[in-house]
């Protein structure tokens, strides 16, 4: 089994930035890609960014591209989400979820049902 953990969470004003944290830990996987999910109040969860085993391919949502940067610290076995330029309509539980392997497409990483193991979650909330 594998647990993860989110932190970074907050109250911040409209502009400010925020860094998500997701910890990975239990059983050892010798690959896998993450995902970052939110859910606001009232919506259907959706897709953030996500990020292959090595890095070197990252994929964000349309909302958030040119505000948000996934990154990843295998040694630490950490995933960050930088949030710059926050916005109002950013406000929502951040999670984050991994599937075991390599690589797959951005397409693929995007669909939550492709995840096999979530953290609790995160509230980030922006005011205006």
């Known amino acids: 089994q594998v647990q993860l953990v989110e932190s970074g969470g907050g109250l911040v004003q409209a502009g400010d930035s925020l860094r998500l944290s997701c910890l990975a830990s239990g059983r050892t996987l010798s690959s896998y890609g993450l995902g970052w999910f939110r859910q606001a109040p009232g919506k259907e969860r959706e897709f953030v960014a996500a990020i292959n085993w090595s890095g070197g391919s990252t994929y964000y949502a349309d909302s958030v591209k040119g505000r948000f940067t996934i990154s990843r610290d295998n040694a630490k076995k950490t995933v960050y989400l930088q949030m710059n330029s926050l916005k109002p309509e950013d406000t929502a539980v951040y999670y984050c979820?991994?599937?075991?392997?390599?690589?797959?497409?951005?397409?693929?990483?995007?669909?939550?049902?492709?995840?096999?193991?979530w953290g609790q979650g995160t509230q980030v909330t922006v005011s205006s």
């Open positions: 979820a991994v599937k075991p392997g390599s690589y797959y497409s951005g397409y693929y990483y995007s669909k939550e049902e492709n995840y096999d193991y």
